[in-house]
Structures are given as structure tokens and as C-alpha cells.
């Protein structure tokens, strides 16, 4: 072999594979021609033995990654040998090697890229990928399965703080109306009954070691999540300390049932996102009884509507005055309305709490002052509201003395939904449970961190 064949090669780099000669093409394309330089090439498959004759010559073009500017074919020249061994069944057999195996179209190296563009987020959709390197879809999808089979088939790290949360697969589909053009809610039946799909997945999350989600489960029941969590080894069960969920009763039976040792804490957002609503629901309900109608855009509690969703913290002098004298010149109207807000506040007061390292004192003491001001306001949906923390204060409390969300749940749901919004939706639900195990995970595995 010439120095130019030597360089080619080194700068081909196909292993087992020597460049004999590259021609320039009448469309500005490369034509490199290769040889079998791997002895091991001639190794029957079957028996391993060694062949010495040769059957005849077979020409294949497999495709390899884009170099320079111009394209570049390949054209391998191939042997294919007869095995004399007694004892194999095999007669005949063409040369092959791992960079280029048998009946492969396709190097090696070039599907491994293709699957990990794709699960290394350097493209956001299969078909990103496939355009790219010219490949067809299906092509692109079974290689990032291959190179996604690490990530989904090992057992899942070990964990000290599981987060639970659920998103939904699309959007929920309806049952059309009837032909003769009576619709289901004038024969006042509900509009759950007229839900024809609504698909929702539920993730594991590893909010203490980075790993992303561990897992999803299709279906949002309570024995959707106990099969998976009993799907896992008893001793990955053992080691969790801490399960962060919404109120929800459906994860809260479930890891009860499978996870007995785990403290349970409810994240503070949905708890103030509650008491949100309780504020709206009180302003639109005196809204009815004083004006016998909706909200309207002339109504002084409707131009307040906003202020009443932010935090005392966030307000101005000046939002907090409007605020006030709004609801104070409706009298007793809108004293309701105040008061609810304060008792959402006092709600924020005792969740505030949190990161501080609280001592039991404090928190008794702004828990009382909040079930106080519930319980003297009267009104129904505050009332409900300190029922409902009543229930869930165990979790609550956990809350208080650690400190820990499951912002990092809501954080994966966010890049579900936009990887889902790239692919334009899915359709198998195992494709997508293995892109979001892709897209979540990226940043452990230091694809978002380049050398």
C-alpha cells in the first residue's frame, strides 16, 4: 500500500478497512474504493475456522458519515469464501466485520449517530435526525432504541427522594354528537361520560440524585402506580426516605401500600394554588349573590381579580391601597372577599416557614393563627380550605422541616410536553416513555455540559 492509500485510510478510519484509491465524481461526489485489510474477515461465522479459498468477489456500497463538504461513497470490495470445514453446515460465507456487519447497509458508526443525535438532544425529533444524515425514519428510530437500551433496561439508581406527578398524553377526546343533532349535555348527561380517551402518563422522578425520570406508568389509578413501584426490587424500595406528591389520594394509597417507611410530603405549590382558587371561588360566589350574574369587566372585585392571585410580598404600596379600599367600599360584600384573601395569606405565612428550620413552637403557633382566622371569618370556603390542610398536615409538616418540592417533577413534565410538541404527539406510548427517559436524563449523563 502507497503513502496515499495509507492516508486515505487514516483519514477514513474505518477499522479493518484499507483505502485503495478515491475518485472524484462528474457530480462533485467522492467514490472511495475499499479492501478487506482484517484477516478475521475470513473466519467462518459458524465454526470460526479460517477459510483458504476464495468463491468469488462481491462489490457492496454501504453507507457511511458525511465527510467534508462533498459526499462520500463507498464501493468495498469483498471476498466470499468457501468453509472446507467437515463438520459446519455452512458451505459459503462473504467477508464481514464489525464496523460493517453482515447484510448492512449502514456502517456501524453511522446508525450509533443517528440514535444519538436524537438521545443526546443535539436534534429534537427522529425526523430532524433522519434529514440530516438522508435515512428514513424507521431506520433512525430502531437506532436510537439501541443506543437508548443502556438508559431503559438497566435497573434504576438507587434513590433517597422519589417525586410523583402526573401529565397528560394529548388532549382528551370527545364523543361527537348525535346524528339528529341533539347534544349530550341538553339530556343533562355529564361531561365525564362523554369522554371518549383522556391519557395520562405518571413519572417517577429522582429529585435528590439527578437521574431524571426513572419511569412512567400509563393510567393515573392507584394500582397504576403500586404496579410499578412493585415492579422495582425490594431493597431500591427500602432505601427511599421521602415521597414528595401533590394531594393526591390516588399516589398517597399507593405508596402507603408499597413504600410503609417513606415520609410523605405534599408539595407547597398545589397547597397555594388551593388556596388560590378558594379565593376566586369566594369572590365569584359573592359576586352572584350581590349582582345575581357573573363577573363582568365593570365590576369593582373583577378589576381586582389579578391582585387577589399575587402575594403580599409581590404587591406595591400602591396595588396593596387598591386592593384594600376596593374591597372595603363594598361593605360586607366585599369583606368576604378580603378576608379569604388574608386567610390565603396565612396559609403562606405558615408555608413560609420552610427552609428556616423551624422549631415546633413557631409552627403550632402560626398553624393556630390560621385556623383561627378560618374558623372566626365563617365562610364556607375557608372553612373547607383549614379542612383540608387538617388532613394533609402530616405531609405538610415534613414540608415545613424539609424543605423539599417536587419543582424538579414539574420541571420533567415541562420537557415531556415539549418534547411531545416537537414530535408533533405520539402515538405509541413506548416511544414516547423512551424519549422522555432520553430527554430527562440528558443532563446526568453531561450532554448539556461539553468539553
Known amino acids: 500500500m502507497d503513502d496515499h492509500s495509507s492516508a486515505a485510510t487514516l483519514l477514513l478510519e474505518l477499522d479493518g478497512l484499507v483505502v485503495q484509491r478515491v475518485e472524484r465524481q462528474a457530480d462533485g461526489s467522492r467514490l472511495a474504493w ?52 467437515p463438520g459446519c453446515g455452512r458451505r459459503s460465507f462473504t467477508e464481514s466485520l464489525p464496523a460493517v456487519p453482515t447484510r448492512a447497509r449502514l456502517t456501524t458508526r453511522l446508525r450509533e449517530q443517528a440514535g444519538r443525535l436524537v438521545v443526546d438532544g443535539i436534534y429534537a425529533t427522529v425526523v430532524a435526525s433522519a434529514r440530516q444524515l438522508e435515512l428514513s425514519w424507521p431506520t433512525v428510530m430502531d437506532a436510537v432504541r439501541d443506543v437508548a437500551t443502556p438508559l431503559t433496561d438497566t435497573a434504576p439508581p438507587p434513590v433517597d427522594v422519589l417525586g410523583i406527578d402526573e401529565t397528560r398524553r394529548g388532549r382528551p377526546r370527545w364523543r361527537p354528537a348525535d346524528p339528529a343533532g341533539e347534544d349530550a349535555s341538553a339530556r343533562g348527561e355529564p361531561a365525564r361520560a362523554r369522554v371518549l380517551a383522556d391519557r395520562w402518563h405518571v413519572g417517577f422522578a429522582d429529585l435528590g440524585g439527578g437521574q431524571g425520570v426513572l419511569g412512567q406508568v400509563e393510567g393515573r389509578t392507584a394500582d397504576d402506580v403500586a404496579y410499578w413501584l412493585a415492579s422495582q426490587p425490594a431493597t ?26 417513606a415520609t410523605l410530603i405534599v408539595d407547597h405549590f398545589h397547597i397555594v394554588q388551593l388556596a388560590n382558587n378558594v379565593v376566586a371561588e369566594v369572590r365569584r360566589r359573592v359576586t352572584t349573590l350581590l349582582r345575581g350574574r357573573r363577573g363582568r369587566d365593570s365590576d369593582p372585585e373583577w378589576k381586582i381579580r389579578n391582585l387577589l392571585g399575587h402575594n403580599r410580598e409581590n404587591l406595591t404600596d400602591r396595588q396593596l391601597t387598591k386592593l384594600w379600599n376596593t374591597l372595603v367600599d363594598l361593605d360586607e360584600p366585599g ?10 395569606e396565612e396559609l403562606r405565612a405558615l408555608l413560609a416557614l420552610a427552609g428556616t428550620h423551624p422549631d415546633r413552637t413557631m409552627i403550632a403557633h402560626r398553624l393556630t393563627r390560621f385556623y383561627l382566622w378560618c374558623a372566626d371569618a365563617g365562610i364556607p370556603e375557608l372553612e373547607r380550605l383549614a379542612s383540608t390542610v387538617s388532613t394533609w398536615w402530616p405531609c405538610i409538616e415534613a414540608f415545613l422541616l424539609t424543605g423539599l418540592t417536587n419543582a424538579g417533577s414539574e420541571g420533567h413534565n415541562r420537557v415531556v410536553k415539549l418534547d411531545a410538541r416537537n414530535a408533533f404527539g405520539y402515538r405509541n406510548p413506548t416511544n414516547q416513555r423512551l424519549r422522555t427517559r432520553c430527554a430527562t436524563t440528558r443532563r446526568a449523563r453531561g450532554c448539556f455540559n461539553p468539553a
Open 34 to 85: 475499499l479492501a478487506t485489510a482484517d484477516e478475521t474477515a475470513r473466519a467462518c461465522p459458524d465454526c470460526g475456522v479460517f477459510a483458504h479459498r476464495v468463491k468469488g468477489v462481491v462489490t457492496t456500497r454501504p453507507r457511511d458519515l458525511p465527510c467534508g463538504s462533498t459526499p462520500v461513497r463507498l464501493v468495498w470490495v469483498k471476498r466470499r469464501w468457501y468453509c472446507q470445514e
Open 236 to 261: 431500591w424500595r427500602d432505601r427511599i426516605r421521602y415521597v414528595v406528591i401533590d394531594m393526591c389520594t390516588v399516589f398517597l394509597a399507593a405508596v402507603r401500600r408499597y413504600l410503609p417507611l
Open 335 to 344: 369583606q368576604t372577599i378580603l378576608a379569604a384573601w388574608i386567610g390565603k
